[in-house]
T-cell receptor, first 113, second 115 residues
Framework: KQEVTQIPAALSVPEGENLVLNCSFTDSAIYNLQWFRQDPGKGLTSLLLIQSSQREQTSGRLNASLDKSSGRSTLYIAASQPGDSATYLCAVKWETSGSRLTFGEGTQLTVNP | EADIYQTPRYLVIGTGKKITLECSQTMGHDKMYWYQQDPGMELHLIHYSYGVNSTEKGDLSSESTVSRIRTEHFPLTLESARPSHTSQYLC??????????????FGAGTRLSVL
């Protein structure tokens, strides 16, 4: 069964700290992996997309890595800010799943001023 | 098992036509979403709804409109399709509460080509 797991479920850090969010998946035959942000009461905002052939992607203070062999991806947030507080979701599109995405349950991040 | 359906799966139409993309879910979810995704690119939110008679525009501007008259149904309409609307459109829903509140269930998508 193709599953996505995110650890931890919640994380609280002081402003300015660097942090890592983890995502693991059970089937290494992925097509791509995306990291999303979800603010309370809103839909998803796509942050980074990593294709199966890539090892990492960077956007501003965000860096996402992908290790297919170990079934893991990490989202690194540098110099965290209170505005980074949100739920971060990892989603996998597998080679056999067509356009369907499978999401993890998310990590709720709180950055304290 | 969660069920969310999108029709049609593929649509090729000419410029200027009015089209409606259908999305239905049988899970009783209040929250529903429409996303647009070009091949190999990120997913972008174009519309969302938190319940019957509630609709909002998303992060990506779109010339489409949506309606939510029934909980299970969230159609997307293009009044006059143009080649720039060529893309894949994905519908999703989530429960919004409970253990799985953040898990979105996606339909298989509609791949639209406007000639």
């Amino acid at each position: 069964k193709q599953e996505v797991t995110q650890i931890p479920a919640a994380l609280s850090v002081p402003e300015g700290e660097n942090l890592v969010l983890n995502c693991s998946f059970t089937d290494s035959a992925i097509y791509n992996l995306q990291w999303f942000r979800q603010d309370p009461g809103k839909g998803l905002t796509s942050l980074l997309l990593i294709q199966s052939s890539q090892r990492e992607q960077t956007s501003g203070r965000l860096n996402a890595s992908l290790d297919k062999s170990s079934g893991r991806s990490t989202l690194y947030i540098a110099a965290s800010q209170p505005g980074d507080s949100a739920t971060y979701l990892c989603a996998v599109k597998w080679e056999t799943s067509g356009s369907r995405l499978t999401f993890g349950e998310g990590t709720q991040l709180t950055v304290n001023p | 098992e969660a069920d969310i359906y999108q029709t049609p799966r593929y649509l090729v139409i000419g410029t200027g036509k009015k089209i409606t993309l259908e999305c239905s879910q049988t899970m009783g979810h209040d929250k529903m979403y429409w996303y647009q995704q070009d091949p190999g690119m990120e997913l972008h939110l174009i519309h969302y709804s938190y319940g019957v008679n509630s609709t909002e525009k998303g992060d990506l501007s779109s010339e489409s409109t949506v309606s939510r008259i029934r909980t299970e149904h969230f159609p997307l309409t293009l009044e006059s399709a143009r080649p720039s609307h060529t893309s894949q459109y994905l519908c999703a829903s989530r429960p919004g509460q409970g253990i799985a509140k953040n898990i979105q269930y996606f339909g298989a998508g509609t791949r639209l080509s406007v000639l």
